[in-house]
């Protein structure tokens, strides 16, 4: 029971998290919303901490670089789906990005020699047929707009950005467990706030009280679904909590569709319905 009590908070925590994300990114832009993700995780999750200082005797300054370093793309990927959601379709950008489980699955092939099967193989290609639905604008269709186009873009730099963190972190994981390379991509805090200076964006939008609850809950809900997956993960109950957790963009995507009214074209509803059957697929496939 508690395994299916993890995997629902974490389905709900991920699925609903990104749909609240989706507002903030509008409404003060991606670089000041991963600012207030940052300093919100920083100050929720604090306590935390405690239970996990034994934990940093593991870090060798090796291991503590590569962690650290490693986050950047973690911190590149977050705004990246924030600015994919500002420019284009809300589920269009949270389908081609949800895709990184796929990317995950061939890095992982390719640098742990970790085996594959013939139903991850299939799974895999739907994902890509539905991501290259997503993406793809045969010539002269002028219905997208050159921000729309850009946002694609973006919601692809985010999927690699996040698939290769994930990929790359297991060795980190492995030594010093899952807390302190999450919490640690808050030590980019300063890069981001200079990318803001630069930007002339340190002033808040008048709008701006509108997206504080939504970030709030967005922060929250989201380290929130990590934090009840690692502890199912922990306790040995990966193959009941991943299916179901893993499934989390049919709910993110569909919430989005409904919530924001927005269109995608015929195309592209097509590549977002066979992305998320792709990737429910080799959420169950991967954890039998």
């Excluded at 139903?119 to 991501?131: D, E, N, P, R």
């Excluded at 997208?144 to 963190?165: D, E, N, P, Q, R």
């Excluded at 300063?190 to 970030?215: D, G, R, Y």
């Excluded at 193959?239 to 015929?266: K, M, Q």
Aim: with cysteine.
């Amino acid at each position: 029971m508690n395994a299916v009590i993890f995997a629902l908070i974490t389905y709900f925590g991920w699925g609903i998290g990104d749909v609240f994300g989706i507002i903030p990114a509008r409404t003060i832009g991606p670089y000041r919303t991963m600012i207030g993700f940052i300093v919100i995780t920083l100050a929720v999750f604090f306590p935390m901490v405690f239970f996990h200082t034994s934990e940093l005797s593991q870090f060798t300054p090796t291991i503590f670089v590569i962690s650290v370093t490693l986050g950047g793309l973690f911190i590149l990927g977050n705004i990246a789906i924030g600015e994919a959601l500002r420019r284009t379709y809300a589920s269009l950008a949270l389908t081609i990005f949800s895709s990184y489980s796929a990317l995950i699955v061939l890095l992982s092939v390719i640098f742990y020699r970790e085996p594959l099967t013939v139903w991850q193989i299939i799974s895999i290609a739907v994902i890509f047929v539905g991501v290259f639905f997503c993406t793809y604008v045969p010539g002269g269709n002028s219905n997208l707009t050159a921000s729309h186009k850009i946002g694609i873009v973006w919601a692809l730099v985010g999927m690699i950005s996040i698939g290769i963190f994930f990929t790359a972190i297991k060795p980190v994981v492995a030594i010093v467990g899952w807390f302190w390379p999450i919490y640690l991509t808050s030590l980019w805090l300063p890069v981001v706030v200079w990318i803001v200076w630069k930007k002339n964006e340190l002033n808040l939008p008048k709008n701006w009280k509108s997206a504080m609850f939504p970030l709030v809950a967005c922060t929250v809900l989201l380290r929130g679904g990590d934090f009840f997956f690692n502890a199912a993960i922990d306790k040995g109950l990966i193959a009941v909590v991943a299916p179901i957790a893993g499934a989390y963009p049919t709910l993110s995507v569909i919430l989005a569709y409904f919530v924001f009214r927005e269109v995608p074209t015929r195309r592209q509803i097509t590549g977002i319905v066979l992305a998320l059957t792709g990737i429910v697929a080799l959420a169950w496939v991967s954890s039998v």
